[in-house]
């Protein structure tokens, strides 16, 4: 075990220093600003909900802001399953894991049959969740078997093009979960939905233009880095 941490050590310090190297700028500020658009575009999505049904009913478990989650995150998986399935090299394997946060993330929002707010519709079972589970983690693993993708033998040859937009709607979900252990369920939810319609726009951005995220596209980095594999 001490050897996997002694191990671990340089391969962190050199995955972090990789990744905020390949960022810009630009890059930066296109994902902060992204990030508001995403906020105040759940806010009015909260407000329409509102007018259309009882406030007490919107933002509790099952309601229909957590339908409308369901709809946006497993739209933002199945356009990463797209993109995992039209690019290669680092971009397969990204798009290929966000696809399946973004599945895992509709079997939790997915009401559960035996919940005492479910009142109707689509529903999981206890076992069927589990299954439903397994299953989704299953078949991304065979995809990745199965295409086998070379990926870089270093570091500095990756581009983490994830860091920053995967790392702002992580950042969105968090500030969601707070809420929830803070008990104001509409910021709570109004919160996941502006991480979800993040990813949305991240999976179309990956998808319409792959080659903001290509590393092969981006300037070698200086220095010998500190980990290789092999």
């Known amino acids: 075990m001490p050897h996997v941490v002694h191990a671990a050590g340089p391969f962190f310090a050199e995955a972090f ?29 909260s407000l329409f909900c509102e007018a259309l049904f009882p406030a007490t009913a919107v933002f509790r478990e099952n309601g229909p802001i957590e339908l409308v989650q369901m709809v946006v995150v497993g739209l933002a998986g199945l356009m990463f399953l797209v993109a995992a399935l039209r690019l290669d090299y680092e971009l397969f394997y990204g798009a290929l894991a966000l696809a399946l946060g973004c599945l895992l993330a509709v079997i939790r929002e997915t009401p559960g049959c035996t919940s005492h707010f479910y009142d109707g519709g689509v529903c999981l079972s206890e076992t069927g969740n589990e299954v439903t589970r397994i299953l ?72 319409l233009r792959p080659q903001w995220f290509d590393v092969r596209r981006k300037p070698p980095l200086a220095g010998a880095g500190i980990w290789s594999r092999g």
């Open 17 to 45: 220093r990789v990744a905020v190297l390949r960022r810009t700028a630009k890059e930066a500020a296109a994902c902060g600003a992204l990030a508001l658009a995403s906020i105040a575009a759940a806010f009015a999505a």
């Open 136 to 207: 989704a983690v299953a078949v991304v693993v065979g995809l990745a078997a199965l295409r086998r993708e070379p990926l870089a033998r270093r570091l500095r040859d990756l581009n983490f093009f994830w860091a920053v937009p995967g790392g702002t709607a992580f950042a969105i979900l968090v500030c969601a979960e707070i809420m929830e252990k803070s008990r104001f369920a509409s910021l709570e939810e109004t919160l996941e939905l502006a991480g979800y319609l993040y990813l949305v726009v991240f999976a179309a951005a990956l998808n």
